[in-house]
């Protein structure tokens, strides 16, 4: 008799769990394994048909999303496409405390994004994307990672234009794009964002974001998330930028015998951008995640090249 996928999942963790040093926390948690990624580049690229009115674009956008001030752009084109691409090497494939194994992997994607005014304040915004994962040593880490997301944006005159946002989103991860998913969930994001510039070559972003599982699948690995993201972005040049990036986020699994992490992630990327269209970025980032089980504690450093290039329509 076939044992269904959901099942499967929880018996593979349980077993893991058994197993000592054999157990990974990427296998244990998918979703959590494209955390020290998570600050790579794309963003600024996928912007969509709105203009940043209080600092210049940059690549280091992407470590805290859409956080700008929205205007109108003379031609408007609601749909932003892109296409990225990044090879890192990590010396911690496993997520693991303890003996750390190093690993190089490939990250591919494929996102479109789309936005629109509402009227006053307020701009409609949607995000749908696919990204495959495949390293290059211990192929069971490979794994495709499907979201989509849309909700509302609101300008906030009362912060000195901070962005105010509230959107749906929908995560499904497979070992493969036709297979069932190792895990699914449905998530409710609630971020305030804003940036300060300090003149026209600096400038700092901050924002708060918390993300609450409405409904995960397996259970076990239902969570909270609740997170502070920094960044400074400094202007090199008209095609050079430099990018540190700092956050920290705490996450409740509600499921999972009381378990709380807090995660830490501190990076720095050097960005080119040779067109509107096209970035290239050349990062490394150190992660460190504590948890109330001291089975979870690690430490990760993990470096690499990323491309994006993007189309607005």
């Given at each position: 008799m076939n044992t269904p996928q959901p099942l499967k999942f929880i018996l593979l963790v349980l077993s893991l769990a058994l197993a000592?040093?054999?157990?990974?926390?990427?296998?244990?948690?998918?979703?959590?394994?494209?955390?020290?990624?998570?600050?790579?580049?794309g963003a600024a690229l996928a912007s969509p048909s709105t203009d940043v009115s209080t600092a210049p674009e940059s690549p280091g956008d992407d470590d805290l999303g859409d956080q700008v001030i929205l205007s109108n752009s003379e031609k408007t084109t609601a749909f932003t496409a892109w296409l990225d691409s990044s090879l890192y090497w990590t010396d911690n494939a496993f997520n693991i405390g303890g003996v750390k194994t190093e690993d190089w992997f490939y990250v591919g994607g494929v996102n479109i994004s789309w936005q629109k005014p509402l009227g006053g304040r307020f701009y409609a915004d949607a995000y749908l994307g696919q990204h495959w994962y495949r390293y290059e040593t211990d192929t069971r880490l490979n794994y495709d990672m499907g979201e989509v997301r849309f909700g509302v944006l609101a300008v906030m005159p009362e912060l000195r234009n901070a962005v105010l946002s509230l959107h749906y989103g929908y995560q499904r991860i497979t070992d493969g794009i036709d297979n069932e998913e190792l895990y699914e969930a449905h998530l409710i994001r609630l971020g305030l964002q804003k940036t300060f510039l300090i003149d026209h070559r600096n400038s700092v972003a901050v924002a708060i974001a918390s993300t609450f599982a409405a409904?995960?699948?397996?259970?076990?690995?239902?969570?909270?998330e609740h997170a502070l993201q920094l960044a400074y972005n400094l202007k090199l040049a008209s095609k050079w930028h430099l990018s540190t990036s700092y956050r920290l986020a705490y996450f409740d699994y509600i499921n999972f015998q009381g378990r709380e992490d807090w995660y830490q992630n501190l990076g720095v990327s050097l960005n080119y951008l040779p067109t509107d269209n096209f970035e290239i970025s050349l990062g490394y980032y150190f992660a460190v995640n504590s948890s109330n089980n001291s089975y979870f504690d690690y430490q990760t450093q993990l470096g690499g090249l990323s491309i994006a290039g993007k189309i607005r329509f």
């Open positions: 000592g040093a054999a157990t990974a926390q990427t296998v244990l948690d998918p979703s959590r394994a494209a955390d020290a990624t998570r600050q790579s580049i409904g995960t699948s397996p259970q076990l690995l239902q969570r909270h």
